[in-house]
């Protein structure tokens, strides 16, 4: 028995314990991290791009999938839902939403069911059907509860502010990632979260965070912040802009 034990800690000693794998580190970046909203703005392309690396600083050197989530400023919504009844269309049923973002964006190496499994992709949303959105108020029946996020995230992918490109990143040589994500001209402005994530057999890994600022800059900026500081007076001037250039067309109209 003794020889036996004194055999495999030999054996130990000779061949060595084999430590597990280093966890990588992702450096990311992102090609704009302030986006201004001025006149005549019609979207902007956002480079999202990075290093997969080992703690010393080398190439990981091993096959990551790569996730990559860009998500706006959030803010409760109240939505309704509208069916016809007596041959009319009227809202028939409604729900608060504590959370929803507005804009979400996720781009992948590859379809998110083969990276990893529904539940980790809900922990960290990855995908329009993994979107947390939290009911307000009351207990909500999961059915209608996913009725209602389907249908909201079906009208945000229809106005371009919600999508996903499963095949939308690109690795090379094991170590350079990048992905590609639009905005479209009606982004709000506010902070937008970029999450990079690196995935090796359903686990994520490693995650890093870029932020990008969108603001307006100009004739728009002055005009928001004098709305929200003079909010009766915007108002009033809004409404006198309104009826100046309805009596304006009614006098062209009248001369021709």
């Excluded at 956002?46 to 703690?55: D, K, N, S, V």
């Excluded at 359903?202 to 890093?208: K, M, N, Q, Y």
């Amino acid at each position: 028995m003794r020889r036996c034990l004194l055999a495999a800690l030999a054996l130990v000693a000779l061949t060595g314990a084999r430590a597990p794998a280093p966890r990588p580190i992702l450096v990311p970046d992102v090609s704009q991290h302030e986006v201004l909203l001025r006149q005549g703005f019609t979207g902007a392309d956002l480079l999202l791009y990075g290093a997969i690396m080992t703690p010393e600083g080398h190439r990981a050197g091993r096959d990551y999938d790569i996730v990559v989530v860009l998500e706006g400023p959030t803010s409760p919504m109240v939505l309704r839902e509208k069916s016809k009844v007596a041959g009319m269309w009227v809202n028939t049923d409604s729900t608060t939403l504590r959370s929803v973002p507005s804009f979400y964006a996720m781009a992948s190496t590859r379809p998110i069911s083969k990276i990893v499994d529904e539940r980790t992709a809900a922990i960290y949303e990855m995908g329009l059907d993994s979107l947390q959105l939290s009911p307000g108020g009351g207990a909500v029946d999961p059915a209608t509860q996913k009725r209602f996020s389907s249908g909201l995230a079906d009208l945000m992918v229809r106005r371009g502010l919600y999508g996903q490109n499963e095949h939308g990143v690109t690795i090379t040589d094991q170590v350079l990632y990048r992905a590609r994500i639009s905005l479209p001209s009606s982004v709000q402005t506010g902070t937008y979260t970029a999450e990079t994530f690196a995935i090796s057999q359903g686990r994520v890994l490693a995650s890093a965070v870029s932020r990008v600022e969108v603001r307006k800059e100009g004739m728009e900026k002055a005009v928001a912040d004098f709305s929200h500081r003079n909010a009766f007076a915007y108002g009033l001037l809004a409404v006198g802009l309104s009826v100046l250039m309805g009596w304006l067309a009614g006098r062209l109209f009248v001369r021709r």
